[in-house]
């Protein structure tokens, strides 16, 4: 008797369904903070249909298109869950559509940050992205870490970087001052 394609599978189901051996699944739980199967009494793993989807897409990222675990760690850091299951189903609709949803909220943010820059008192100026000072701004997998050894999203990094350079630029107008 087949189960519902709502039901919640095994981890022998899910292995057998992949075609991969269960400590592979095991691992990649490890590696990929987005896999959170539930676990039951004696750590037996239930996993949602959305686990098996995105278990599905991390499958063919790897085997098929010949991604590293990192590439697809930085795949899901970047995009989402349902950009892997696309890319994993062929559907490359969702993918277009995801990318443009993307590619929406990017312009959105330059729009956000050119009028934030409009609104600057004379004199001070945004740091530039990218931009080394002293050595203390690294690259992404260089960055500081936050809580439980994860590191900071992009997004705090920047504001952490800017907050810096605005520090900077306050204690240069008081340089001046004195």
Not at 130 to 145: A, M, N, S, T, Y
């Amino acid at each position: 008797m087949d189960k519902s394609p709502d039901a919640f599978r095994t981890i022998s189901e899910v292995a057998e369904d992949l075609n991969l051996p269960q400590h592979v699944l095991r691992f990649w739980e490890t590696r990929f903070t987005q896999i959170k199967p539930m676990k039951r009494g004696g750590g037996r793993r239930y996993y949602r249909p959305l686990d098996v989807e995105l278990l599905k897409g991390i499958r063919h990222l790897l085997y098929d298109q010949g991604y590293t675990i990192k590439g697809v760690q930085r795949l899901l850091r970047e995009n989402s869950s349902q950009f892997v299951i696309a890319l994993g189903n062929g559907d490359m609709a969702a993918v277009e559509a995801i990318t443009r949803q993307k590619q929406a909220a990017a312009a959105k943010d330059a729009a956000d940050d050119d009028l934030a820059d409009a609104t600057l008192p004379a004199g001070i100026a945004r740091p530039q992205p990218g931009r080394k000072l002293f050595g203390l701004l690294k690259g992404e997998e260089d960055g500081p870490v936050g809580a439980n050894d994860k590191r900071l999203s992009k997004d705090n990094r920047t504001l952490l970087q800017e907050a810096l350079f605005d520090l900077l630029e306050c204690k240069r107008l008081l340089d001046q001052v004195r």
